[in-house]
T-cell receptor, first 110, second 113 residues
Framework: GQNIDQPTEMTATEGAIVQINCTYQ??????LFWYQQHAGEAPTFLSY????GLEEKGRFSSFLSRSKGYSYLLLKELQMKDSASYLC???????????FGGGTRLMVKP | DAGVTQSPTHLIKTRGQQVTLRCSPKSGHDTVSWYQQALGQGPQFIFQYYEEEERQRGNFPDRFSGHQFPNYSSELNVNALLLGDSALYLCASSEGTSRWGYTFGSGTRLTVV
């Protein structure tokens, strides 16, 4: 089975940097995804890691360590619109099913 | 280019009733997955359809069933509704096993009273 853990809530200040951690225990691994979800809206794709290391995309970066079962999402130059839930999800070896963590609700304050 | 379209957006049903939710995938996508998202939780995988067949199933009872049509659209049916079935139901489409995962629809908010 799969078990994915991430903090429930985080608060950060506009313009700052925040790191959202995700740890996972899986029976198979074929990639880790981060999604952003604003309240009442669809999750939107942020990043994908399948090899160890850092993937950078503008203000967002994601890191993966497969040996440690660990990932983080790094958000720089925080903006008020970054207030949302951030979902960590792992794809196993069979098919395209994603197992999601409970999500981290990020509140950005002025 | 339309993304994933789900209908209806909101629905209220009575305990014991049956409900059908509909999903049209993003153009070019042939695989449809359904997820249930309870308030404040992450999405939980229900099942996935490809080539009109259920390919994978999560830990959901047989009350949850689905269908995929030749045009790749899909339906999710839930029988004998329980209060605990109240959730946001998300449809996600992909082109096979895409590196980029899914494109999600905005969901159907189901309330069982």
């Amino acid at each position: 089975g799969q078990n994915i853990d991430q903090p429930t809530e985080m608060t950060a200040t506009e313009g700052a940097i925040v790191q959202i951690n995700c740890t996972y225990q899986t029976s198979g691994f074929n990639g880790l995804f981060w999604y952003q979800q604003h309240a009442g809206e669809a999750p939107t794709f942020l990043s994908y890691n399948v090899l160890d290391g850092l993937e950078e995309k503008g203000r967002f970066s994601s890191f993966l360590s497969r040996s440690k079962g660990y990932s983080y999402l790094l958000l720089k130059e925080l903006q008020m619109k970054d207030s949302a839930s951030y979902l960590c999800a792992v794809r196993g070896n069979a098919g395209n099913m994603l197992t999601f963590g409970g999500g981290t609700r990020l509140m950005v304050k002025p | 280019d339309a993304g994933v379209t789900q209908s209806p957006t909101h629905l209220i049903k009575t305990r014991g009733q049956q409900v059908t939710l509909r999903c049209s995938p993003k153009s070019g996508h042939d695989t449809v997955s359904w997820y249930q998202q309870a308030l404040g939780q992450g999405p939980q995988f229900i099942f996935q359809y490809y080539e009109e067949e259920e390919r994978q199933r999560g830990n959901f009872p047989d009350r949850f069933s689905g269908h995929q049509f030749p045009n790749y659209s899909s339906e999710l049916n839930v029988n004998a509704l329980l209060l605990g079935d109240s959730a946001l139901y998300l449809c996600a489409s992909s082109e096979g096993t895409s590196r980029w995962g899914y494109t999600f629809g905005s969901g159907t908010r189901l309330t069982v009273v």
